[in-house]
C-alpha cells in the first residue's frame, strides 16, 4: 500500500532526526489502521530494535509472522532477537522455519549463512554460502565466508580454494591474505611470501592491511624457519595493531586486585542459596594455552557437549545487576564490587536458562571462554557444582603464542611485551589466589603433561569431571564437529610436541620478554 510506505518513510525520518516518539506514534497509527499489512509491523520491529526496545521488536516481529508466515525477512529478524535475548531455543526453531524456504538471492542465503553459524550449525552454513555464490558469483564476501566454514568444519582444502577465489577476484582483502596463511603451514618451495611482500611494498589506505599482511607474512616466514625475519614482520605488525586502539594495563591490574578484595575467603565461606545445575564445565586461563585441546577431547566424550567461547556468564551478571535496579552501563571495576552484592542464585539460575540450548540434550557441557577466570569466585558461590578446569602452560610458550595471534577485538595486551608480561603476572596471581581461597575447587592441567602423557591425563580429568571413560576423547582428531578458535587447524591432527619451546629458536628477540615474564615479576605478581 502507497500510504504504509509513506507512513514507513516517515518513521525512519523521524528516527534520523532523534525523534523518536513521534516515529513510534506513527508506527502505533500504521498498525491500528493496517493490522494486516507486514510491512508496518516489521517497520515496528526494526525501530524498537534501534533503540534498544527488543522485546517489543519480538512482539512486532511475531505479528508480522501472523500476517505473512513465510515472510523470510521477518523470520532473520526474529531469529537475530531471540539471539540478542539469548533465546537460543527459539532461535534455533525459527531458523529452522526459515531454512526450509528457499534464498531468493544472495543477500538471503548469506545472511541465512551467518545465522546458522551463530546457532552452530555449520553444515547448513556451508550450504547457504554456496547457495549465496550461486547467485553471486563475483562477491569476494561469499568466498571468504565459505573459506571460514570449511576451516572451522576441518576442510582445509576446500577452504583454501575457496580463499583463493576470493583473492582472485579481491587480490588486496586483506582478511583474505591473513587466512590463507593460517589454514595450512606453507614450504620453501610452495608459499605466499613474495607476494605479500609486494603487497606490502605498495601504498594503502587501509592501516589494517598493513596489519593483516604482515601478520600472514610472519606466519608464512615462521613456517619455512626464518625466525628473525618472521619476528621482524611480527613486530612491525604489533605496532601497528596497537596504535589502533586505547588501553590502560593498570586499570586491569587494578580490577584483579578488586577481585581479591571483594572476594575475599570471608566472601567465599558464607553460606548463599546458589543455582544446582552441575552441567557447566568451564574451562579457562589465558588464550593459546591447549584450551582448544582440552575442550576436543571433552566434547569427543558421548556425555559432553561444547559451546565454545560465549558470553553467557558476564552477561547473567548484568542480568542480575540489572534486574537489582541497577543502570547501565557500569564501570569495570565498580561490576567487581556490585556483583559481589548480588545474590550468587540469581547468577546461576540465569547462566542455567541462558545455556539451556547447549546443556538441555546431554549431561554436561563445556563454556570455553578463556577470561572466566576473572568469575572463578563467583562460579564457586552461584554454581558450585560445576567443574573449573584451568589449562596452564610455560610462560613463555604461552606469552609468545598469544604475542603472535591477531585477535582483533580481544585481548589488547597481547601486543607490546610490557603489557603483555604485566597482564600475565595479574593473571597468575589471580589464580594462585583462586587455589589458595577455594582448595580442591579448581582442575589444573598442564599443557606439557597433556602432551607427553595423554591417556593418563585425560583420565585424570574425566574423575575429576565425573564422566566415565570414553575411548573416543583419545581420539579427540576424529570429532566432526566445527572448531573457530585460532587452533581450529592444529586440533584437527594428533597430539604434537613440536609447539613446546618453540618460543627458544626466536633466540634474543624475545630476551626482552623473556626478562620480564620469567626474571623479573611485576609488582602485582604474589605468587
Known sequence: MQLVQKLTNLVWRFHKEGKYQQAIAVC?????????????????????????????????????????????????????FYLQLRDRCQAEQTLEKLLRLPAKDAFEASSNGLLCIKLEKHEAAERNFQKAIEFDPKETTHHYNLATVQRSLGNLEAALISINQALKLSPNDHEAIKLRSDVKSVSREQNNIQEIQDKIAQKHNSSFFDIYARYALAKELEDIQDYAASFKVLSEASVLMRKTFEYDLKSDQQIIQKIKQKYSPDYLSQDVPYSETSKPIFIVGLPRTGSTLVDRILSSHDDVRSAGEIDDLPAAIHYALKKNGHISPISKIDLVGESAKILPKEIGEEYQETTKFFSSKTKKFIDKTPSNFLYIGLIAKALPNAKIIHVHRDPMDVCFAIYKTLFSRAYPFSYDFHELAGYYHSYRSLMTYWDKVLPGTIHPISYEKLISDTEEEVRKLLDYCELNWDQKCLSFYENKSAVRTASSSQVREKVYNSSIGKWKKYGSELSGLHNQIVLNKTADSDY
Not at 530494535?49 to 500476517?67: P, S, Y
Open 28 to 80: 502505533n497509527d500504521i498498525n491500528k489502521k493496517f493490522p494486516d499489512d507486514a510491512k508496518g509491523w516489521l517497520t515496528t520491529s526494526q525501530l524498537a530494535f534501534k533503540i534498544g526496545q527488543i522485546d517489543i521488536a519480538v512482539k512486532a516481529t511475531q505479528k508480522a509472522l501472523v500476517v505473512e508466515p513465510e515472510n523470510t525477512a521477518a523470520l532473520r529478524s526474529l531469529t537475530e
